[in-house]
């Protein structure tokens, strides 16, 4: 079994920054693309920013220049650094990842349970 866990959430001031942490642990072989997607109340789940195993990076326009991705891969990690948070960044996060295990024939994407992330004004 695979399981990815989401930490680091909270409530911060609009500027205020903030580190969210993902931990893949389980039968893994190995882990091709993370990412993290964000899901604000009344509104569908949305890409938020995506990582390569070779760390080629991906982001939404409403958040370039302010959030980073990043990734430990000894580590089975993927971080998502929230620079300059704004109320419209207020969401649950989510951490997903393409994962490959032992003998399986193909890779399965995994999610995480998600992590508040609370902005205020």
């Known amino acids: 079994q695979v399981q990815l866990v989401e930490s680091g959430g909270g409530l911060v001031q609009a500027g205020e920054s903030l580190r969210l942490s993902c931990a893949a642990s389980?039968?893994?072989?190995?882990?091709?693309?993370m990412g993290w997607y964000r899901q604000a109340p009344g509104k569908q789940r949305a890409l938020v920013a995506t990582?390569?195993?070779?760390?080629?990076?991906n982001y939404a326009d409403s958040v370039k220049g302010r959030f980073t991705i990043s990734r430990d891969n000894a580590k089975k990690q993927v971080y998502l650094q929230l620079n300059s948070p704004e109320p419209e960044d207020t969401a649950v996060y989510y951490c997903?990842?393409?994962?490959?295990?032992?003998?399986?024939?193909?890779?399965?994407?995994?999610w995480g349970q998600g992590t508040q992330v609370t902005v205020s004004s």
């Open positions: 997903t990842a393409t994962i490959w295990r032992a003998f399986d024939s193909g890779s399965r994407i995994v």
């Open positions: 389980g039968n893994i072989f190995s882990i091709d693309d």
């Open positions: 990582i390569t195993r070779g760390s080629i990076t």
